[in-house]
């Protein structure tokens, strides 16, 4: 149980262009969904968490604007990069939290963007 | 200073060893105390959950927390080389916000 996935696993595409990721609790139902940026070698840095239904909380530094979070249903999340450059590139993972329990995450597998 | 500090490593040995990674922290409200095993190129997958202190075996795996030491070990006995991989850990104060705070993770290499 408590499996995640995320949507598509490796993209690549253009300076410019927007760029869309999936999360999804595959078998559970998510209130709170987390979405994170890992550089190669380092820890997770939280972007922002997204509950269901209401406008996703940006830790401090991350651009609302060009990071766009959308929580639709306790199942999905996605996370929209927009007009991505290259600084872009990175692994993005998202996690899901169930509700009314501990604070344990499961996370997805990754989504490794790379912006020409 | 970080609110949980993690050593990077890397750290190697060989198979069989029983291998100590550690956590510090410095925030007293965190209650809940995880780690997480993440292979090259994949998210992060739940090892262990301990809520405040004492010990939590699982198979090979046991998990540590010292509230009065903020201090939090994972052990790992007879490793093998599928241990191999970056270890974090993760502790959160138990809100409803569900936030936990990382560990920069220990790269850990066990050698046939």
């Known amino acids: 149980g408590a499996v995640v996935s995320q949507h598509p696993s490796r993209v690549i595409c253009k300076s410019g262009t927007s760029v869309k990721i999936e999360c999804r609790s595959l078998d559970f139902q998510a209130t709170t969904m987390f979405w994170y940026r890992q550089f190669p070698k380092k820890s997770l840095m939280l972007m922002a968490t997204?509950?269901?239904?209401?406008?996703?909380?940006?830790e401090q530094g991350v651009e609302k604007d060009k990071f766009l979070i959308n929580h639709a249903s306790l199942t999905l999340s996605t996370l929209t990069v927009t007009s991505a450059h290259p600084e872009d590139s990175s692994f993005y993972i998202c996690s899901a939290k169930t509700s009314g329990s501990t604070d344990t995450q499961y996370f997805g597998p990754g989504t490794r963007l790379t912006v020409l | 200073q970080k609110e949980v500090e993690q050593d990077p490593g890397p750290l190697s040995v060989p198979e069989g060893a029983i291998v100590s990674l550690n956590c510090t922290y410095s925030n007293s409200a965190f209650q809940y105390f995880m780690w997480y095993r993440q292979y090259s190129r994949k998210g992060p997958e739940l090892l262990m959950y301990?809520?405040?202190?004492g010990n939590k075996e699982d198979g090979r795996f046991t998990a540590q927390v010292d509230k009065s030491s903020k201090y939090i070990s994972l052990f790992i006995r007879d490793s093998q080389p599928s241990d191999s991989a970056t270890y974090l850990c993760?502790?959160?104060?138990?809100?409803?916000?569900?936030?936990?705070?990382f560990g920069d993770g220990t790269t850990l290499t066990v050698k046939p």
């Open positions: 993760a502790m959160s104060v138990g809100t409803n916000a569900g936030k936990s705070t």
């Open positions: 301990t809520y405040s202190s």
């Open positions: 997204s509950n269901e239904g209401s406008k996703a909380t940006y």
